[in-house]
C-alpha cells in the first residue's frame, strides 16, 4: 500500500510540473520558473567519464562543476548565472571545449572544440579558458555560429558518409556508437600549433588538415574517409519504460503517465529525486525522449497494431546461467543464493542505485532480469492431494510465527554487510535502520517493503547476545589443512570483468596494500570485494605478480621532464604550460607519492633522478592564480566518504569529531587539507585498526 501511495505521489507531481508551465484565466498565479539549464553529451566516440567544468562571462567569473553520467551526459543549474559560459572537459589527457551562447544544449567533442578554435581565431584555447577575459570569451561565443556551420560544411563528405545531419553543437546526440558518436569512434583529432588535424583510426591517414583560424582552406581528402559502421536498431523507448518505470506506473499500456511525461516533466523529477527517482540520474536524454515520445503518442503508448506476420518465438534467456555468471560471485550458488525471492523491481533498483557496485550490469535487457529473477523465485511445488478426513472442531489458530530475523538479514543485509556473525552493523537499532530505509542510505529504500515486526526482527539478530557458557569440547582430531586459495580462480570470477585476463591484467604487479585500499575507499565500486578473506586477497596479489620476468636490458631512464611530466602527471593536473602544480619542489612531490595523496602511490617507480627532472620542468611554469576553492568544490558537505550522512541524520555537528572550527561552512586551514584524516581523541578513534569506540555505538569499525 506504501507504495501505491508513493506511485500516486509521483503521478500527481508529474501533472502538477505539466500544468505548471501553462498560463490559466481568472487571475490564476503562475507557477515557479523552470530551472535555467545547460545540458549536453561529452564523448570523443567513447562517452567521457570524468569531470566537466563551466564558466560564466560575470566580471569575476563563476564555476560550477559536474561529472559526467555513464552514458557522457552533464546537466548544469545554471540560474543566476551570466551566458555565454564557455564549458571544458578532459578525455585522455586531451583537453575538449565548448561555447554555450545561453542556457540549453551544448554538446562537448572533439568537432566542438575545432569549432571554438576558429571562432576564437586559433588562440590558445587553454588560456581563453584559465585567463578568463570577458570581451573574449562573448566575441568567440558570437562567432560560433558561423564556425559550426564551416565545420559542418568543410567536413560534409564526413559527416554524409556517417549519416550526421544534427548540429553538432546543440542538437542532440547520445554516445551510442551511431551517428556522430560513430564518427568519432573512427577519426583522431588533433589541435596543435595552430593547425587542426583528422585522421583516420583505422589505418593512421590524414583525412583533414587545415588551420584552426580558417577551417575552409582544409579540404576532406575522401579516399582517405574511415568505413562508416552498419546503423543499429534505435532505442525502444517501451522496452526502456518497462525495464525503469514499469515497477512503479503500471505496464505501458495502463501506465498512470499516459500524455503527461514530457521530457521536461520527466527530467526534472530525476534532478529533485521525486518519489525516489534520482535513481535514474545515470539514464541518456536519448532514452528519456523514447520514455516521452511512447507516452506522449496518441493513445499514450499503445498505438493501433497493424497486422504482421506470425514470427517465431525467441528464445528465452537462461535465469540459471545468468545468475551464475553475474551474480553468484558475490551471493553464493543459485539453490543457496542470499537472494532468493528477489524481485525485478528490487534487482533493477539495485542496478539504477549502484548497490553494491551493481551498476556493471546496467547491459541487462528486462528479458534477462526477469530471467534471473524467476531462478531467484523458484515454484513451489503442489503437494499430492489427501482424501478429505472427517471434519474435526476448527481448532484455536495458532499464532502467526515471530519473523525470522537471521533468515531476513541473510536475504536483505548479507550482501553489503557481510555474513551476520561478522556483520559490520551488529548492535543498530530500530532507529538507524528505518532513517537508513527512508532516507535511501546506500541504496537501502528496497527495504521499505518490510514490516515493523520484520525490520525489529532484523534488529534483534544484530543485537549482541550474552555468550552461553561454553561446555569443555571433546578432543577433536587435528582438521586437515584447508588448501590455499585459488588466486587466478579468485581472480577470474571477481576481477577479470573489469580489468581483463589474468595474462594480460591492467593491474599486473599490484601490492596487497594498493589492493586493499581499493575496496576500502570502494575505487571503482570494489567495496563489493569486501567478503574476500586477507588470505584470499593475498592469493589473488600472488597471481598477479609476474613469475619471473624477462631478462632484458635495463632501458635507461627517461630524464625529459617534459616527457615525464606528459606521461605521469598530465592526466590530473593538466597540461605542463598551465599545470596546477607550477612550482612543485623535489620533497614535494616526493612526499605526495609516498602518502599516496591523491593515489600517486602509483608512481613510485619513478627514480629520484626522474623526480628531480619533473621538478625541474615545474619550476619553469608561472602558476596561474586560482581563486581559493569554495566549501562543497572539492567534496560534498557532507563529504560522501566514510559515515558522514549517518553522522549528520542523527545531528551530529563536525566539531563533535574534527574539533573546534569545523562546520559545514568553516575548516581550520592547518588541517583540512595536509593529507591526514585528523579526528579528535576524545571520540575514541584508532587509526591502527580503523574504530571508533564510544558511548554513541560501542566499537565500530570503519
Known amino acids: 500500500m506504501k507504495e501505491q501511495f508513493r506511485c500516486i505521489f509521483v503521478v500527481l507531481a508529474l501533472f502538477a510540473l505539466t500544468l505548471s508551465g501553462c498560463g490559466g484565466g481568472g487571475g490564476a498565479t503562475t507557477g515557479p520558473a523552470a530551472a535555467k539549464m545547460v545540458t549536453g553529451v561529452a564523448a570523443t566516440g567513447a562517452p567521457v567519464a570524468g569531470v566537466v567544468m563551466l564558466k560564466d562571462s560575470s566580471p569575476t567569473p563563476a564555476q560550477l562543476t559536474t561529472t559526467t553520467a555513464s552514458d557522457g551526459s552533464f546537466a548544469f543549474n545554471t540560474s543566476g548565472l551570466t551566458p555565454p559560459f564557455i564549458i571544458k572537459t578532459t578525455a585522455a589527457a586531451v583537453n575538449l571545449y ?98 587542426v588535424t583528422i585522421t583516420n583510426k583505422q589505418n593512421s591517414m590524414v583525412v583533414y588538415t587545415a588551420p584552426c583560424s580558417n577551417l575552409a582552406a582544409g579540404s576532406v581528402v575522401t579516399s582517405n574517409m574511415p568505413a562508416p559502421p552498419m546503423a543499429p536498431a534505435p532505442a525502444s523507448g517501451a522496452a526502456i519504460y518497462t525495464s525503469k518505470c514499469a515497477g512503479c ?182 532507529a538507524r535502520l528505518q532513517g537508513a530505509i527512508a532516507n535511501n542510505t546506500g541504496g537501502m529504500s528496497f527495504l521499505s517493503t518490510l514490516t515493523a515486526a520484520q525490520q525489529q526482527a532484523i534488529v534483534t539478530a544484530l543485537a549482541p547476545a550474552t555468550p552461553a557458557p561454553t561446555p569443555t569440547p571433546a578432543p577433536t582430531p587435528a582438521p586437515t589443512p584447508t588448501p590455499a586459495p585459488d588466486g587466478a580462480a579468485l581472480y577470474a570470477s571477481n576481477c577479470a570483468g573489469c580489468h581483463g585476463p589474468l595474462a594480460t591484467s591492467t593491474k599486473l604487479g599490484i601490492t596487497i596494500a594498493r589492493l586493499q585500499n581499493a575496496i576500502a575507499n570502494n575505487t571503482g565500486g570494489m567495496s563489493s570485494l569486501s ?102 568544490s572539492c567534496h560534498a558537505i557532507p563529504p560522501a566518504t566514510g559515515h558522514h550522512s549517518t553522522h549528520t541524520s542523527e545531528g551530529i555537528a563536525c566539531a563533535s569529531c574534527h574539533g573546534a572550527g569545523y562546520s559545514t561552512t568553516t575548516v581550520v586551514a592547518a588541517t583540512h587539507d595536509n593529507g591526514t584524516v585528523n579526528l579528535t581523541s576524545t571520540i575514541g578513534w584508532n587509526a591502527t585498526n580503523r574504530t571508533c569506540a564510544n558511548s554513541c555505538h560501542g566499537t565500530h569499525a570503519w
Open 249 to 430: 506506473h503500471g505496464d505501458i499500456g495502463n501506465s498512470t503517465l499516459k500524455g503527461r511525461a514530457s521530457v521536461s516533466a520527466i527530467q526534472t523529477a530525476i534532478a529533485s529525486n521525486l518519489g525516489g527517482m534520482g535513481m535514474l540520474n545515470g539514464i541518456s536524454a536519448a532514452d528519456i525522449q523514447a520514455v516521452s515520445d511512447v507516452l506522449m503518442a496518441p493513445g499514450g503508448g499503445t498505438p493501433t497494431p497493424t497486422p504482421t506476420p506470425p514470427v517465431v518465438p525467441p528464445t528465452q534467456p537462461d535465469g540459471a546461467a545468468l545468475y551464475a555468471t553475474n551474480c553468484a560471485g558475490c551471493h553464493g550458488a543459485l539453490a543457496t543464493s542470499s537472494k532468493l525471492g528477489a524481485t525485478v523491481v528490487r534487482i533493477q533498483n539495485a542496478i539504477s542505485g549502484n548497490v553494491g557496485g551493481m551498476s556493471m550490469f546496467a547491459s541487462l535487457t528486462a528479458a534477462d532480469l526477469q530471467a534471473i529473477a524467476t531462478a531467484l523465485n523458484p515454484p513451489v511445488p503442489t503437494p499430492t492431494p489427501v482424501p478429505t478426513p472427517t471434519p474435526t472442531p476448527t481448532p484455536t489458530p495458532t499464532p502467526n510465527p515471530a519473523p525470522d530475523g537471521a533468515a531476513l538479514y541473510a536475504s536483505n543485509c548479507a550482501g553489503c554487510h557481510g555474513p551476520l556473525a561478522t556483520s559490520s552493523k551488529q548492535g543498530v537499532t530500530l
Open 98 to 195: 565548448s561555447l554555450a551562447g545561453d542556457n540549453g544544449i551544448y554538446n562537448v567533442t572533439p568537432l566542438t572544440t575545432m569549432a571554438v578554435s576558429q571562432a576564437a581565431g586559433g588562440a590558445d584555447l587553454d588560456a581563453l579558458y584559465n585567463q578568463h577575459v570577458q570581451s573574449a570569451i562573448s566575441a568567440a561565443a558570437s562567432k560560433m555560429p558561423d564556425a559550426v556551420t564551416a565545420v559542418q560544411t568543410n567536413l560534409a563528405p564526413l559527416l554524409n558518409s556517417f549519416g550526421v545531419t544534427n548540429n553538432i553543437l546543440t542538437g542532440k546526440f547520445s554516445a551510442n556508437h551511431t551517428g556522430v558518436d560513430a564518427l568519432l569512434d573512427a577519426i583522431s583529432v588533433s589541435i596543435a600549433n595552430g593547425t
Open 531 to 632: 567478503g574476500l578473506t586477507v588470505t584470499q586477497v593475498q592469493a589473488i596479489v600472488t597471481a598477479l605478480t609476474p613469475s619471473t620476468p624477462t631478462p632484458t636490458p635495463t632501458p635507461t631512464p627517461v630524464l625529459d621532464g617534459t616527457v615525464l611530466y606528459a606521461s605521469s602527471c598530465a592526466g590530473c593536473h593538466g597540461v605542463l604550460a598551465s599545470s596546477a602544480k607550477a612550482g612543485a619542489t623535489v620533497s614535494r612531490i616526493q612526499t605526495a607519492i609516498n602518502s599516496n595523496t591523491g593515489g600517486m602511490g602509483s608512481l613510485s617507480t619513478l627514480t629520484s633522478a626522474q623526480v628531480s627532472a619533473i621538478a625541474t620542468a615545474l619550476a619553469g611554469v608561472t602558476p596561474s592564480p586560482t581563486p581559493a576553492p569554495a566549501c562543497g
